[in-house]
Each structure stands twice: as C-alpha cells, then as structure tokens.
C-alpha cells in the first residue's frame, strides 16, 4: 500500500490540486493506496467516486496539522502493509514518525527560504531524512542544492497531464464570440499574481496594438492583482483589446486557448515566489498554442526555446514584446504550435508514472 498524504486534492481546484490528483490516480492503478487529504466542502461526491480511500481532515490550519500527524501516526502503526510514504510538501512530513520509505515533492516556492534561516532549516530537516525527493523541473532541483538540499536524492519528475479532450463545438463557438472575431490572440491562465506577470503583457499590448490592431489578450483567472490590473487596461485605453474572465466552465476555458494563438506567461521572481514549473504552458501545447514563457523558474522544462515557444526575460518589457510579435511575424505561431502539440505527449501521466516507479 502507498500512503499519500496532501494539503492540496480536488474538488478544491489548482494546479497542485491537479498533480496529485493525477498522481495518486495513477498510482491506484500499481498497488492500494489510502490519501490523508485537507477537508474540503463538497468532499463527499467526489471521495464516493474515486477507487481509494479518502480520509479528510477538518479543523483550523494549525490544529489541523497537529491533528492530521496523530491521525497518520496512529494509522502506520496500526498497519504494517504501508510501503511508501509520498508527500504533496514538506510540511505534510514535519510531524510524521516512521521509518517507511518517504517521498516528498517539491515545486520552488514552498522552499524558496534564506539560507540559515529558520524556515530553511526546517525544510533541510524534512527533505534531507527522506529517501526521495521529485523535484518538478531542473530549476527546482538546482534551486534546492543552492539552498542545501542533498542533491543525491532529488530526482526531476515534470508534473504529468490527461490526454487532451476533444472541445464541444457550442464551447468553441461561445469562445469565437468572446474573441471578438479578432485575429491575433493572446491567453493567459492563471491566479493574478505578481509572478504571473499579466501586467507588463498589458503594457507590451498597449505598443504591440499599433501593429497587430486585431490584437486581443484574452486573461483567465482570479486573484490580489485583478482590480489593479483592470485600471491598467482603462488607463491604457485597451478595454477593446484586453478581457477578463473568472469562474467559467472547464469547456469554455478549453475553447479559448484551442482558439488562441499565443500562451504567454512570463512568470518573474517576485520576493519569495517563483514559478516552478508551469504545467499550463503543456496544457496549451497540446492544443496546438505555443507559449511564451519566463527565464526565472521551470518554464524551460515545458517549454523548447525557439521550437515550443519562447522563454524571455520576463522583467524586460522590450523582450516580452519582441517574443509576442516575433511570432505573430509570417504566423511563426503555427509552425511552433505543431512542435508544441507533438511535444505534448512527452507529458502524458502514462510517461511521467514509468519514473515515479522506477523510486517506488
């Protein structure tokens, strides 16, 4: 039996929700496994469909952590069978006693600490007395040696992905409506964070609109930097060229960035975050949309420069300009795509599990 133990598990929707959803699915088709996940409300439908066992844990953040260890704690020594311990985070591991084998991803923010600090050395104390740590691209690796972590147990294994779902035709049509009938499309998925960098592809539009006066950049998501954002745009005078969306159906979400041209997310550092990885330029890429994404964290893992897509210097608004209309010149964006899309399956969870197992 495998134990998975996770802060992050659908419904509650994100990218680290994704991973280790489809992680431990793929891991329930090699051996048993029991998940000790955060509560969530409407846990109850979701747990019922699945083919393992969920136990979820409620409460307040820190009780719930100390409560969460006991519950584990008390179920490894009451069960023998358990082989493997994997972990979504090194916090998941902070209090649990065993000596079972112990897996634990990593993804760069959540160990992004000062060396010598104190949360640095709390994350050492974890990660350097397992057997194994995933680290999700090169750029988290290198990132975790530079801070002390043991460099002979990480191992890179890029976050992995469901084949593609053909899109329903009332979803690209609704897509081709909110596009506007526009023909050069830029997309952006993702939490409206600094790191994310929406706003200097804003400012990239305001001089790029003059060329491309079809332009239309197309931004899906929610969070802190929304409001700040949309002055932005008014200031900018781009309210025909830049539109916001929240909340939408998975479809319809699907349908914009099949209808796109260009994914561009040119993710900075931004004090303690950074990207590690960026699943959702492979995500575009296996519709065919080529990405344009940062030089700071993972993106070079999902990304081919100057094959997939383009990686800049996301802190140089002439770079990030430069990448949009170098592939909007002679629709550089088609060719790019069609090695975006071919690359896509390299991704495909069936591949990403074969190096989960060779650890296991």
């Not at 066992?53 to 009780?63: C, D, Q, Y």
């Not at 932005?232 to 796109?260: C, G, H, M, R, W």
Request: proline residues 3%; hydrophobic residues 40%; positive net charge.
């Amino acid at each position: 039996m495998y134990l998975i133990i996770t802060r992050t598990f659908p419904p509650e929707l994100g990218g680290m929700q994704n991973l280790m959803w489809g992680l431990t699915r793929s891991l329930s088709k090699l051996n048993l496994i029991k998940v000790f996940a955060d509560y969530h409300e409407n846990h109850e439908e979701f747990d019922r469909s699945v083919s393992f066992s969920i136990e979820r844990v409620s409460g307040m953040k820190l009780i719930r952590k100390y409560r969460k260890s006991y519950l584990i704690n008390d179920y490894l020594e009451q069960n023998n069978n358990v082989e493997c311990i994997i972990a979504d985070h090194w916090k998941s591991l902070e209090l649990i006693k065993t000596i079972k084998k112990k897996i634990c991803l990593i993804h760069s923010k959540e160990i992004n600490h000062p060396k010598s600090s104190i949360l640095n050395k709390k994350v050492l104390s974890v990660l350097n007395n397992v057997d194994h740590i995933v680290a999700n691209s090169n750029f988290t690796k290198n990132l975790a040696v530079d801070l002390g972590v043991d460099e002979k147990k990480i191992v890179v294994i890029n976050p992995g992905i469901d084949p593609v779902v053909e899109v329903p035709k009332k979803y690209l049509d609704e897509a081709e409506e909110i596009l506007k009938g526009k023909k050069n499309r830029l997309i952006t998925v993702s939490r409206f964070d600094k790191r994310k960098n929406h706003e200097k592809v804003i400012m990239a539009i305001r001089n790029l609109k003059e060329i491309y006066p079809d332009i239309i950049y197309t931004c899906v998501g929610y969070g802190d930097e929304e409001e700040k954002l949309k002055k932005l745009v008014i200031e900018l005078n781009l309210n025909d060229q830049v539109t916001f969306l929240k909340d939408i159906p998975i479809n319809l979400k699907n349908a914009l960035v099949a209808k796109s041209n260009i994914f561009v997310m040119p993710s900075i550092i931004h004090k303690k975050s950074v990207e590690g990885f960026g699943i959702a330029y492979v995500e575009a890429a296996q519709y065919g949309i080529p990405s344009i994404g940062g030089k700071d964290g993972g993106a070079s893992d999902a990304i081919i420069h100057e094959k997939t897509g383009l990686i800049c210097d996301g802190n140089k608004l002439e770079e990030i300009y430069s990448s949009i209309d170098s592939l909007f010149k002679e629709n550089k964006y088609v060719e790019f795509g069609r090695e975006a899309k071919n690359n896509s399956v390299n991704f495909l969870w069936d591949k990403a599990i074969e190096k989960y197992k060779r650890i296991l």
